[in-house]
């Protein structure tokens, strides 16, 4: 069965460093998401790409997130700087269409210290 | 504003009984609503979808919901509860923001404890 990957799984990460991560997701599915889920609450949503475009990355700090998938494939979201606020599981998901379900990576778990 | 409630934030149950949980949503249109399991430091799975059709909806591991539109619901069941169906579960309601016609957004999660 096809699947969502991610890396690192894991990440920790002082204060100010800059840090990235990875998303492969489902071949074929169009539509990539970037979601945010903080300890105890659920996924909310960074940004959205319908190939490589961005669709919707009103909920993404763009003085210090930025995220690409220059080839309509796969996808970096990057920080800089890292700050203790960022810690947190990072999700990516993906969908054949925008209108179908996602499914979503194992995460990458974010400590910043 | 879309919004999706989950009441409870824990639900425990014995291994064997019926399991209830509970979600309410409230959007302008017609809901697509969806529920997802978490297992510990995992990412979400997919259990099932209310698009449009019939009001009880089957999907994964014996898992079903009930979509019902005067009490704006859409709880999740299950006849007879497994130990391994302890995990954290998400509603989801597809809302409209913006330029984004996909964005879900969850609720607030319940864990699930089944006791063998």
């Known amino acids: 069965e096809a699947e969502v990957a991610q890396s690192p799984r894991y990440k920790i990460t002082e204060k100010s460093q800059a840090v990235a991560f990875w998303c492969d997701p489902i071949?074929?599915?169009?539509?990539l998401y970037w979601y945010r889920q903080i300890l105890g609450q659920g996924p909310e949503l960074l940004v959205q790409f319908q190939d490589e475009s961005v669709v919707d990355d009103s909920q993404l700090p763009k003085d210090r997130f930025s995220a690409e998938r220059l080839k309509g494939v796969d996808s970096t979201l990057k920080i800089q700087p890292a700050e203790l606020g960022d810690s947190a599981m990072y999700l990516c998901?993906?969908?054949?269409?925008?209108?179908?379900?996602?499914?979503f990576g194992p995460g990458t778990r974010l400590t910043v210290t | 504003a879309q919004s999706v409630a989950q009441p409870e934030d824990q639900v425990n149950v014995a291994e064997g009984n019926p399991l209830t949980v509970k979600c309410t949503y409230s959007v302008s249109g017609n809901p697509y609503l969806f529920w997802y399991v978490q297992y510990p430091n995992r990412g979400l799975q997919f259990l099932l979808k209310y698009i449009t059709g019939d009001n009880l909806v089957k999907g994964s591991y014996g898992f079903e919901a009930e979509f019902n539109k005067s009490q704006t619901s859409f709880h999740l069941k299950k006849p007879s509860a497994l130990v391994s169906d302890s995990a954290l579960y998400f509603c989801?309601?597809?809302?409209?923001?913006?330029?984004?016609?996909?964005?879900?957004?969850f609720g607030t999660g319940t864990l699930l404890a089944v006791q063998p």
């Open positions: 071949s074929g599915h169009a539509t």
């Open positions: 998901a993906s969908s054949l269409h925008e209108s179908y379900e996602q499914y």
């Open positions: 989801a309601v597809r809302g409209y923001y913006g330029g984004a016609t996909n964005k879900l957004i």
